[in-house]
């Protein structure tokens, strides 16, 4: 098996400069600057609304970028249009998961962690096998290897897909409000893999509503608010001491709920 080579700690594995995304009229991202180095782990906080998912399914190019710059491992990914195995290719550095879990149904937990290293990375039937394994043991559904997803709970699902997205072997991962869709009792059981992937030196972009998580596991905050990045910094700065008034804001509104 051929894997990404992995950049030294401090090197850039994603950076953007002025990234722009409409659709139509409508602006939702308005010139986002900002990098993330090996081993980051980034919490991206803010309003519904203000542009969140949008950038991270631009990082990975779900999103077409209207304008500005866009490296993924110092490879230049900014063109609107790039060739199926160049996204393939992207894709397989920088792996998502997303909030709905997105597994194929009338496939077995085992053969859905297998599809894509088979498919996309040609690794070879016998390797797949032993990965999907691997990473199922890592979230600790190895007992779950022949269940269909139907037979899961969101939390499970919500672990498999994690391991679904460590077999393509990723220089990063992007997390989109990865727990939200889960009752509040499954949630722990993700944000605990997550904890554990952070220990481990991922790099990791997640957005997210839980406050507890971006305070105690990232290293970065970033807050979003109506397309731009307005505030970020390190989440002791960022939780205890705002600097704008929209950030103080939408703090405020979360300890009162």
């Given at each position: 098996?051929?894997?990404?080579?992995?950049?030294?700690?401090?090197?850039?594995?994603?950076?953007?400069?002025?990234?722009?995304?409409?659709?139509?009229?409508?602006?939702?991202?308005?010139?986002?600057?900002?990098?993330?180095?090996?081993?980051?782990?980034?919490?991206i906080?803010?309003?519904?609304?203000?542009?969140k998912?949008?950038?991270?399914?631009?990082?990975?190019?779900?999103?077409?970028?209207?304008?500005?710059?866009?490296?993924?491992?110092?490879?230049?990914?900014?063109?609107?249009?790039?060739?199926?195995?160049?996204?393939?290719?992207?894709?397989?550095?920088?792996?998502?998961?997303?909030?709905?879990?997105?597994?194929?149904?009338?496939?077995?937990?085992?053969?859905?962690?297998?599809?894509a290293p088979?498919?996309?990375?040609?690794?070879?039937a016998?390797?797949?096998?032993?990965?999907?394994?691997?990473?199922?043991?890592?979230?600790?559904?190895?007992?779950?290897?022949?269940?269909?997803?139907?037979?899961?709970?969101?939390?499970?699902?919500?672990?498999?897909?994690?391991?679904?997205?460590?077999?393509?072997?990723?220089?990063?991962?992007?997390?989109?409000?990865?727990?939200?869709?889960?009752?509040?009792?499954?949630?722990?059981?993700?944000?605990?893999?997550?904890?554990?992937?952070?220990?481990?030196?991922m790099?990791?972009?997640?957005?997210?509503?839980?406050?507890?998580?971006?305070?105690?596991?990232?290293?970065?905050?970033?807050?979003?608010?109506?397309?731009?990045?307005?505030?970020?910094?390190?989440?002791?700065?960022?939780?205890?001491n705002?600097?704008?008034?929209?950030?103080?804001?939408?703090?405020?509104?979360?300890?009162?709920?």
């Open positions: 098996m051929t894997t990404a080579t992995l950049p030294a700690i401090g090197t850039p594995v994603i950076a953007c400069e002025n990234l722009y995304k409409s659709y139509g009229p409508i602006e939702v991202l308005k010139g986002v600057t900002t990098a993330f180095t090996k081993g980051d782990v980034v919490s906080i803010g309003p519904s609304g203000c542009g998912s949008t950038f991270l399914r631009c990082l990975n190019r779900l999103e077409a970028i209207n304008q500005g710059h866009l490296e993924v491992m110092g490879q230049d990914v900014s063109a609107p249009k790039l060739p199926r195995q160049s996204l393939y290719h992207l894709r397989s550095q920088v792996s998502m998961v997303f909030q709905h879990f997105n597994l194929f149904p009338h496939l077995t937990v085992l053969e859905n962690l297998m599809l088979r498919r996309v990375l040609k690794f070879p016998g390797d797949c096998n032993d990965l999907a394994k691997h990473y199922l043991d890592k979230v600790g559904l190895t007992d779950r290897a022949d269940a269909y997803p139907e037979q899961l709970s969101g939390g499970q699902k919500q672990r498999v897909a994690i391991a679904r997205s460590l077999c393509m072997k990723p220089v990063a991962i992007l997390f989109d409000e990865p727990t939200s869709a889960l009752d509040p009792e499954l949630v722990g059981e993700v944000l605990g893999v997550m904890r554990q992937l952070a220990e481990e030196g790099t990791m972009v997640v957005v997210t509503h839980e406050m507890q998580f971006a305070r105690e596991v990232s290293n970065r905050v970033l807050f979003f608010n109506d397309g731009i990045i307005e505030e970020e910094g390190i989440p002791g700065n960022v939780f205890t705002p600097r704008s008034d929209r950030l103080r804001s939408f703090l405020s509104r979360l300890s009162q709920n």
